[in-house]
């Protein structure tokens, strides 16, 4: 018999883009961290659904989130809302200079090919930026797993967010350039 797992169904994610913060408590925060530079500061946090990118830079704030569509955000500044599906793309120039660009897939895999990817996720969490594994919801059951990488330069920002979904034999991969 196998339990829920604490991760939604990953067909019913849902990518967000704000250009304001969005209140922690909305989303179930399980891993965090922040990454300091002398231009910009960046909070990232792993939720239930997916993830939380927060950049603040030259007194804006930008906040990516990937959330299952039952979760109530705001609607307010809200720049993109595009459920994960397939390979989707988008790109955003702001009034500061700020260019955004962002990724998102989600890969339905074989279960062979899903825990090879699993493993090489497993392998790249000891090096990422944050981590978070999952509660397992069977004995043999690989646990779901998330992670953020990122790569930063003094006028850029690359973060890449990697998810997990089991039950669903699901990987959903985002990729975000932020250029100052």
Not at 3 to 31: G, I, K, T, W
Not at 78 to 95: M, N, V, Y
């Amino acid at each position: 018999m196998s339990l829920s797992s604490v991760r939604p169904d990953a067909r019913e994610l849902v990518f967000h883009l704000f250009a304001r913060s969005v209140h922690p408590e909305l989303l179930n925060v399980r891993a965090e961290a922040e990454i300091w530079q002398d231009n910009y500061a960046v909070s990232l946090k792993l939720c239930d659904a997916g993830h939380v990118v927060s950049l603040r830079i030259r007194g804006e704030t930008l906040t990516e989130v990937t959330s299952a569509r039952e979760y109530p955000l705001p609607q307010t500044r809200q720049l993109l809302e595009e459920r994960i599906r397939g390979s989707q793309q988008g790109s955003i120039d702001f009034d500061s200079g700020v260019k955004y660009h962002a990724s998102y897939q989600l890969e339905q895999l074989d279960p062979e090919v899903f825990l090879n990817v699993h493993q090489e996720l497993i392998r790249d969490s000891r090096s990422a930026a944050v981590a978070f594994t999952f509660p397992t919801t069977g004995r043999f059951d690989p646990a779901p797993l998330s992670l953020i990488t990122t790569d930063s330069w003094p006028d850029s920002l690359l973060v890449n967010a990697f998810h997990t979904f089991p039950e669903n034999g699901a990987v959903v991969k985002t990729q975000s350039l932020f250029e100052f």
